[in-house]
């Protein structure tokens, strides 16, 4: 049964600064690389994109397998990525949710607090935020991740590990993904 790793971009207005878009385009482009690479790896993997910023979007790749963001504007509302883990929660109420947040953590202080009261206790979900950009709100970040940690864009094939084993184990604590497989093979 293949699995579903989210991965939301922050499209706010905020991440037009500081070449902070090229990071995410690249970021995007890596994961599509590895799933190429390590494709006996992550034979049962998915990624799902999405950005957000005043509206939570699906992103697609064009002809040339290039993503296709719009122009960062407006604000990051949390809200709509609260919802999105509804959704899909409700989708299949036994169902483990990994997803990967890319942002510099601008946003709104009261959102954020609704968004970590609402899911600290979730063990069905695990979030790992990266953070984008000199200006990141590490605390925030950190606020909203699971491990309460924030990633770095350089550490991304590890980024992906977590966010595999979480759905093959018990536990938060990670696994390679070469004893992911031969768990699988057992």
């Known amino acids: 049964m293949n699995k579903t790793i989210h991965v ?3 499209n706010s207005g905020s991440m037009a600064e500081y070449a902070k878009m090229h990071v995410q385009h690249n970021a995007a482009r890596t994961l599509i690389t590895m799933k190429q690479l390590y494709a006996d790896l992550f034979s049962n993997i998915e990624f799902a994109f999405f950005t957000v910023n005043d509206n939570l979007t699906s992103i697609t790749r064009n002809d040339n397998g290039m993503f296709k963001f719009s122009k960062p504007e407006g604000n990051c ?11 899909i929660r409700n989708r299949s109420q036994d169902q483990k949710i990994s997803l990967i947040f890319f942002s510099d953590g601008i946003f709104n202080r009261s959102e954020r607090k609704k968004f970590t009261e609402k899911f600290k206790e979730a063990k069905w979900l695990y979030m790992q935020c990266v953070g984008i950009g000199i200006d990141k709100d590490s605390i925030a970040l950190k606020e909203l991740s699971s491990s309460n940690k924030i990633e770095t864009v350089d550490n991304i094939y590890a980024i992906v590990e977590d966010a595999i084993s979480f759905f093959v184990s018990s536990n938060k604590k990670p696994l390679s993904l070469e004893n992911i497989k031969k768990e699988e093979m057992l």
């Not at 509302?77 to 959704?87: K, T, V």
């Open 8 to 10: 939301i971009f922050d």
């Open 77 to 87: 509302d949390i809200s709509l990525i609260s919802d999105l883990i509804m959704q």
